[in-house]
């Protein structure tokens, strides 16, 4: 586990992470990748770090944009890491179940130092295509509860729950 966790933080840290990768045509063996979630294990939705993952509203019509914001609140600077580090997972029967999955290879020496109010924001349209921008999609999207989580930061990783609906 400590071999993938480091394995993935070197894949993410770039800029241009496994894009294109649910091109038509294209067969992705989802197994061969790594989710997202193997860099987590606990997660919170309050605030974490000095931090706070917003979202732009809660209900999210299917093929419209969903807009994120991790914001600083504390009145001194914090140090996130790389602004990719981030998943996407659907609540099912059983738990959360990872969407996003990485291939791709990058910089794990990215920090980021964020002032009070400032930090990282993130639109995505809610699409298969738009979620995996910059990761491996594997799985359908559709109607239901899902949650954006930032793990950037040291355990507990920082989520916000939302909901796409038709």
Sequence with gaps: ???????????????TL????????????????IPLSDEFSRVTYDVSHGFELLVETERVQMGGHVE???V?????????????AYAFQQLTDS????????????NSSIVTTHEPDEGFSWTFPATAD?????HVMCGDL?????RFVYWGLDEPAIAVRFELVP
């Excluded at 586990?1 to 800029?15: E, F, I, N, Q, Y």
């Excluded at 559709?142 to 899902?146: C, D, F, M």
């Design 1 to 15: 586990m400590a071999t993938r966790r480091a394995l993935v933080k070197t894949m993410l840290a770039g800029s």
């Design 18 to 33: 496994g894009t294109g990768c649910l091109s038509v045509g294209r067969t992705i063996d989802c197994e061969a990748n």
């Design 68 to 70: 994120f914001r991790l």
């Design 72 to 84: 600083n609140v504390t009145a001194e600077e914090r140090k996130a890491g790389s602004k990719y």
């Design 95 to 106: 738990g959360y179940r990872d969407l996003l999955f990485t291939d791709a290879t990058g």
């Design 130 to 134: 738009g979620f995996s921008r910059d």
């Design 142 to 146: 559709s109607t239901g509860a899902y």
